[in-house]
């Protein structure tokens, strides 16, 4: 198994008020759910983006896409094929989601477009992308790339708010 997991962590939560990642569900962080989500996947996985993540590329701020930029520059130079990545904030996926983005890449899930799988070797395109300073929209990106959507069989679950978290 090469897939690289990779958490993006590193958002602002302006809509949520605090550092969401951290933000307990149960007895899990956000972050400890999503990274065991996609765990079973993953050779390894990372959380990118926060103070302890991998940074994302080019530099902070630049939203998911940073991140994805982060999380396959990191993938590349550690043998990792591709990478699964999952927003902090989707503590809960549908059954057979997951399953459905990886049997083709690049691929994403169309009602969140930052779950998705990425060739490691898109890491170049997505710099050049992010470097035009055009669209930085993940949609953007995976129009460009020609990604392959996903429809998710259920609504997703994704915590932007401390109501939305409460309502899980």
């Known amino acids: 198994m090469s897939i690289l997991g990779a958490v993006?962590?590193?958002g602002q939560s302006s809509r949520f008020g605090s550092n969401k990642a951290v933000a307990m569900l149960?007895?899990?962080t956000l972050v400890a759910h999503a990274r065991?989500?996609?765990?079973?996947?993953c050779a390894r996985v990372v959380q990118v983006g926060g103070a302890e993540g991998v940074p994302d590329l080019p530099a902070p701020g630049l939203g998911p896409l940073g991140g994805?930029?982060?999380?396959?520059?990191y993938a590349a130079s550690h043998g990792f094929r591709c990478v699964l990545t999952i927003g902090c904030d989707m503590p809960r996926l549908p059954?057979?989601?997951?399953e459905s983005i990886l049997r083709r890449e690049p691929s994403y899930c169309r009602d969140a477009p930052v779950l998705g799988?990425?060739?490691?070797?898109?890491?170049?395109h997505l710099m050049a992308h992010l470097?035009?300073?055009q669209d930085r929209s993940v949609r953007?990106?995976?129009?460009?790339?020609g990604a392959i959507p996903v429809i998710s069989p259920e609504p997703l679950a994704n915590v932007n708010t401390p109501a939305d978290l409460a309502a899980l």
């Open 117 to 124: 799988l990425w060739p490691a070797a898109l890491g170049a």
């Open 36 to 41: 065991a989500t996609i765990a079973p996947y």
């Open 26 to 28: 149960g007895d899990r």
């Open 68 to 73: 994805i930029a982060g999380a396959l520059d």
């Open 131 to 133: 470097s035009l300073g």
């Open 95 to 98: 059954d057979g989601l997951i």
């Open 140 to 145: 953007g990106w995976v129009r460009a790339i």
């Open 8 to 10: 993006l962590a590193g």
